[in-house]
């Protein structure tokens, strides 16, 4: 079946949504792809909290702000979409309580901010010092359920068309300008072609790749390899958050708001032992540097009851706190763990969380294809699996939630401006076959003989990343990761699956996305084995050192014939100078 539409938005989390927003209330007849039902995308599970300096606790600016995300991320961030993320996260928190967001708020009914990790301000008696500030707004520990109820029901009001359950398999583009989709309606297993003039990817990270994570089944990267195979290169793959508070094995997230809160983490002696790593911040480092704590810990010989885990302790935080600001992760615990929080320590390990890496793209959201920031007409992308860079090598928490809001409605607005543009310019033709690719992909899978299995090929790729390309990495893994996933891409092209059905094949979906995460994965390792230094989510055990003079830079990774091909992208410095990176 053949649509045509102006603008495709192409995921339902919080940047799809907002961008999708955008462009409806601008009159641009837009409609939203989603492989699920909207408000199940992985916005909704989002905990802790979305920033911004409104300064309702304390004095706060958004140049503080803006400070604390370049420092956080370890100076690869690009300072000007930083500016952009601290300025705009204002009118955004604003625009979000007009919009009915249900926020928790101070007893003189202002929205109540927390502290999270990283995010500081001087300190009032030694300014040479940053103590922590309460900068993150939060509806309990639900914030990003919130968030998505509310820009969904929004999407509702302004008209705003869903297609809801179509899984997009391809971008099509024609002559250096992209022109539409590619998407397999899940109920029939048709595929569908949608003609557009401009589509924006919001298709989230790619936790997947890893076997102990936070994330969702449905993160696997689909966007981002997507463009890729379209001649897109991912961007600064190598740095991929490790949480520090997954439940143990499971990955569950903790929040960090537990932290905000006042939780510790200890170790097996009982030990704050985030005094000696960050001794000023503790439990509120940023998360890279807690995570490498733990590893450390752990290594020692501290871990808790002479195990792999460390604690989490939130005993003396007492049950109202618990209950009105920490309710759904502490039943998280008793669910998953068969503990209680308010009694017993809660076992905790890192556990992958978040994609600093994606699709490389300008301030207002345009892809670009290379250090020149050659523009791929017509694409846009935003949100997780968008590279603009504001975390450079490491994320600090909250920032996300801004990040996809603030660069989702930039999108939305310049898609409008740019089908308005292309009204005197006409559409672009499509190619003469544009499902073709994906109708032989799928051939291939479903009549696949040579007896390969996803699910063992998925396992063994994250636990192979898990293993070697997680929160410290060295040479020699890393070379046997790279070695070990391209044997999997083999294997990957000798698969077969069972269910040859045309209506809900997950079997045929999961396996498209299986390669789309191999190529995740092979990116991840290839930046990683390349970038000889430790930055912020990246940290090599054989280069423990940041090398600005051969480092300060972004790596853009190119699916070619002859495999795939790095190159390099300089790191926009508009204010901070890189300095040392101290907690
Ligand atoms: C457990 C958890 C807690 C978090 N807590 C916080 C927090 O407190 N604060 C914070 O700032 N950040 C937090 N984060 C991070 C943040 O939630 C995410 O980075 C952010 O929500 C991503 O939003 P998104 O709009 O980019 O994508 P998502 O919300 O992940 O949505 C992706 C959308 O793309 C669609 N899609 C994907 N592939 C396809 C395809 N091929 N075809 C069609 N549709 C497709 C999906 O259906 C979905 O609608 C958390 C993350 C996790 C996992």
């Not at 190159?567 to 907690?583: A, G, L, N, S």
Request: some cysteine; glycine content about 10%; charged content about 25%.
């Amino acid at each position: 079946m053949i649509h045509t539409i102006d603008a495709l938005v192409v995921g339902a989390g919080g940047a799809g949504l907002y961008a999708a927003l955008e462009l409806s209330k601008r009159g641009v007849p837009v409609a939203v792809l989603s492989k699920m039902y909207p408000t199940r995308s992985h916005t909704g599970t989002a905990q802790g909290g979305i920033c911004a300096a409104l300064g309702n606790l304390e004095e706060d600016h958004w140049e503080w702000h803006m400070f604390d995300t370049i420092k956080g991320g370890d100076y690869l961030v690009d300072q000007d979409a930083a500016e952009i993320l601290a300025r705009e996260a204002i009118t955004t928190i604003y625009e979000l309580e007009h919009m009915g967001l249900p926020f928790n708020r101070t007893p003189d009914g202002r929205l109540d901010q927390r502290f999270f990790g990283g995010h500081t301000r001087p300190d009032p008696q030694d300014p040479a010092k940053r103590i922590p500030v309460h900068r993150a707004c939060y509806a309990a520990d639900r914030t990003g359920h919130m968030i998505l109820q509310t820009l969904y029901q929004q999407c509702i009001k302004h008209a705003v068309n869903f297609y809801n359950e179509f899984h997009v398999l391809d971008l099509i583009v024609k002559d250096g300008v992209c022109a539409g989709v590619v998407a397999v309606e899940v109920r029939t297993g048709e595929l569908h072609r949608f003609h557009a003039k401009a589509v924006l990817f919001a298709t989230g990270g790619f936790g997947k790749i890893f076997s102990v994570t936070s994330n969702a089944h449905s993160l696997t990267g689909d966007g981002v390899a997507i463009a890729y195979r379209r001649g897109v290169p991912m961007m600064d793959m190598e740095f991929f958050q490790f949480h520090p508070t997954g439940i143990y094995q499971k990955g569950i997230l903790l929040s960090e708001a537990a932290r905000s809160e006042g939780a510790y983490l200890v170790n097996g002696k009982g030990e704050r032992f985030m005094e000696r790593y960050a001794p000023q911040l503790k439990e509120l480092a940023p998360r890279d540097m807690i995570s490498r704590s733990i590893v450390q810990e752990i290594r020692a010989g501290r871990g808790g009851d002479g195990k792999d885990y460390v604690f989490l302790d939130v005993r003396h935080l007492g049950k109202a706190v618990i209950d009105a600001k920490l309710p759904d992760i502490m039943d998280f615990v008793r669910v998953y763990m068969s503990r209680d929080p308010l009694t017993d320590l809660i076992p905790i390990e890192p556990t992958a969380h978040y994609a600093m890496g994606g699709i490389p793209t300008d301030n207002d959201a345009r892809v670009i294809l290379d250090s020149q920031r050659t523009p791929l007409h017509g694409f846009y992308a935003a949100g997780e699996c968008a590279c603009v860079s504001v975390h450079g090598a490491n994320r600090l928490g909250t920032n996300s939630l801004v990040d996809i809001l603030v660069f989702g409605r930039r999108a939305g607005i310049d898609m409008a401006r740019y089908c308005a543009d292309r009204d005197g310019v006409g559409w672009t033709e499509l190619p003469a076959h544009p499902e073709d690719d994906t109708r032989g992909a799928i051939t291939r899978i479903v009549n696949g003989q040579g007896g390969e299995n996803a699910g063992n090929i998925r396992k063994q790729m994250q636990t192979e990343m898990t293993q070697k390309c997680g929160v410290f990495r060295g040479k020699d893994d890393l070379r046997s990761a790279r070695d070990t996933i391209s044997e999997l891409k083999e294997r990957y092209d000798r698969l077969s699956i069972q269910d040859k059905s045309k209506g809900f094949n997950t079997d045929l979906l999961e396996a498209m996305e299986l390669g789309w995460l191999l190529d995740i994965a092979e990116t991840t390792v290839l930046g990683a084995l390349a970038r000889e230094e430790s930055r912020g989510g990246h940290a090599r055990e054989d280069f423990p050192k940041r090398d600005d003079a051969h480092w300060l830079k972004h790596t853009l990774a190119y699916h070619t014939e002859d495999g795939v091909v790095l190159q390099y992208k300089p790191v926009t410095i508009t204010t901070y100078e890189p300095q040392e990176r101290k907690y």
